[in-house]
């Protein structure tokens, strides 16, 4: 199977207190993989070396290889050689546990970014931004509203506002930190629908705190303590019900 991603050696530190140990792990290219662990245990902070996020942290500095299948091939993402950062958060997107839609109309939410970005033409944005609020299932809902400021719809809305957005730039990999914790149920429903589908067409890499969830979408799990991949379990191996503490302290 062919990996979207392989890690080797990475260390992250903020302000010289190191977050991540030396994790080196490689991430399939087919289906979710979710990255679960108790709170602090460093799920996010990988997520971020994925797309170069950390280093908008103050005090921020790392080291080790990360390469993924970006740009129809393996690339590093670090060190001399590696593509321009623009290029990298473009081909590996990222949505958030909170809802973050731009300051702006729906509208200008997904289009600014395609006009900035790929340098696409008004016409052209927006051909793409109804292509991908069709492909989250919001399309039918806002429509008619495209000049509504962002904030002003739903929670879960504006996840999807996000997630179209994200889509809309035609990443290479998607990833996903928790995002459904802050939806009602229903809205996280539809997430849920939407992701499982996704996964069908680019890969996905999602942090989880819910063992159910990860249950219903992932096909393999890395468990993370302390700053280290401590084990990887592939879905047939995840218990049918429960809570996940019992399950990640016979893991831990």
């Known amino acids: 199977m062919e990996n979207c991603a392989e890690i080797r050696g990475l260390r992250v530190s903020f302000n010289n207190e190191e977050v991540l ?13 979710v990255l679960i662990g108790r709170s602090g245990s460093g799920k996010t902070t990988l997520l971020r070396a994925l797309n170069r996020l950390n280093e908008n942290f103050h005090g921020y500095s790392g080291s080790g290889e990360v390469r993924l299948f970006i740009e129809g091939g393996m690339k590093s993402i670090y060190g001399g050689g590696a593509p321009e950062l623009t290029a990298i958060r473009r081909r590996v997107g990222m949505v958030f546990q909170n809802p973050n839609p731009l300051p702006l109309s729906l509208k200008k939410n997904i289009t600014l970014p395609l ?87 680019i890969p996905l890499l999602m942090v989880s705190h819910s063992l159910a ?21 592939e879905a047939e191996s995840l218990p049918d019900g429960g809570e996940a503490e019992p399950f990640l302290e016979a893991l831990l």
């Open 213 to 233: 969830q990860a249950r219903r979408l992932g096909a393999r799990f890395f468990v993370m303590s302390e700053g280290r991949i401590v084990s990887r379990v």
């Open 115 to 201: 006009e900035l970005t790929l340098g696409l033409r008004r016409a052209e944005a927006e051909e793409r931004m109804e292509k991908s609020l069709r492909e989250v299932g919001l399309w039918d809902e806002v429509k008619e509203r495209l000049n509504r400021h962002a904030a002003s719809f739903s929670g879960g809305q504006q996840q999807r506002i996000c997630l179209a957005r994200a889509l809309a730039l035609e990443p290479d990999i998607l990833l996903l930190d928790e995002p459904t914790a802050s939806l009602d149920k229903k809205s996280a429903e539809l997430i849920e629908a939407l992701l499982a589908e996704l996964r069908r067409a």
């Open 21 to 33: 140990h030396g994790i080196s792990a490689d991430i399939p290219r087919e289906g979710i993989s």
